[in-house]
């Protein structure tokens, strides 16, 4: 009785090791095989979820010491997993402590407002409270424009196009502006490309929206258009602001590519900070983005409270030297 007690007792956990190293590759593989191979959609899609990995391989981490008698392999594997996912994370939680002098600040607020919400009182609420000198409008619907004509009028220079898809985009500024509607890589979604004047200094905002990489056709047209807006680097000013929903986390490859030259992720120092999905917080990631030139300083960047959307509002503060 006791030996057949005693091979249960072994065969448990035996299998319990066993689904552990599933984990353990499975984590890995997550990890890392998204920016090596990352020319393929779905593949791309879980570079994502960077901070659900690394803890995901701390937990694993700790259940290795416990369950592994001979542990090394696992504690490399999972160490590896573990450094990789930070690369990428803790460069957000590193402040930059370099002083500048400031001459003027700005503050922009990107929403989201998403065609499926109703919840249009807490909308008006966030852009009362926070009155942005600058705010974006994502997925802006006729019934959208109607239900906020009241804030809109209220900014003297504003650029719209309000579609009954998920693609109406909207800027609208206290500064004077010259705005345009512009389709980067022949894109069929909107952007809008906007030349600010504040004070003595020329500002340009491109606020844009390409589609969710669902299937390759629409991945590749994400990457096209957001690599065709950093190509036209040197039609805009000095001072760039890139804004909008990317429908790609910092994490990717494809979205990295966008901060090679002179543009900064303006959530670095400030922490990760996601936004989408808003009802899901194991699973969010980074959609929503404030990119700035590096004539620009960051003062304050934040993600805001639920406004009935499927991703979170963003605000920034920014300083013109």
């Not at 690369?87 to 930059?96: A, D, E, R, V």
């Not at 669902?214 to 065709?228: H, K, P, T, V, Y």
């Not at 807006?229 to 760039?240: A, E, G, V, Y």
Request: proline residues 4%; neutral net charge; charged residues 20%.
């Amino acid at each position: 009785m006791f030996d057949y007690e005693e091979m249960i007792v072994k065969q448990k956990m035996a299998s319990i090791k066993k689904l552990l190293w599933v984990f353990i590759i499975g984590v890995v593989c997550f990890s890392i095989l998204p920016n090596l191979f990352s020319g393929y959609w779905l593949l791309e899609v879980f570079s994502n979820f960077k901070l659900q990995y690394a803890v995901i391989s701390i937990v694993l981490l700790i259940c290795s010491l416990l369950v592994f008698q001979k542990k090394s392999l696992a504690l490399i594997i999972l160490s590896m997993s573990l450094l990789w996912n930070a690369y990428y994370i803790l460069p957000y939680y590193l402040t930059n402590t370099t002083k500048v002098d400031i001459k003027k600040e700005l503050k922009l607020s990107s929403v989201n407002l998403w065609s499926g919400n109703n919840e249009t009182d807490l909308v008006k609420k966030y852009i009362l409270e926070e009155d942005p000198d600058v705010l974006i409008l994502m997925e802006l619907t006729p019934g959208w424009e109607a239900q906020l004509n009241t804030m809109i009028i209220a900014y003297e220079y504003k650029e719209l196009v309000a579609r009954t898809d998920n693609f109406g985009i909207a800027v609208l500024s206290k500064f004077p502006m010259k705005s345009s509607v512009e389709y980067f890589a022949e894109s069929t979604k909107p952007s809008i490309v906007a030349d600010l004047k504040i004070e003595n200094e020329k500002l340009t905002l491109v606020a844009s929206h390409p589609v969710p990489p669902l299937g390759q056709a629409a991945f590749e047209s994400r990457n096209q258009q957001l690599l065709s807006i950093i190509k036209n680097r040197d039609r805009f000013s000095k001072h760039l602001v890139i804004a909008g929903d990317f429908n790609t986390s910092s994490f990717s490859n494809h979205f990295r590519k966008l901060t090679s030259g002179d543009l900064k992720d303006s959530r670095i120092g400030f922490g990760l900070l996601p936004t989408w999905p808003e009802d899901s917080p194991i699973l969010q990631t980074t959609l929503d983005h404030m990119l700035v030139s590096d004539s620009l300083k960051v003062i304050e960047r934040s993600t805001e409270s639920s406004i009935g959307s499927d991703h979170l509002p963003i605000s920034t503060k920014i300083g013109i030297p």
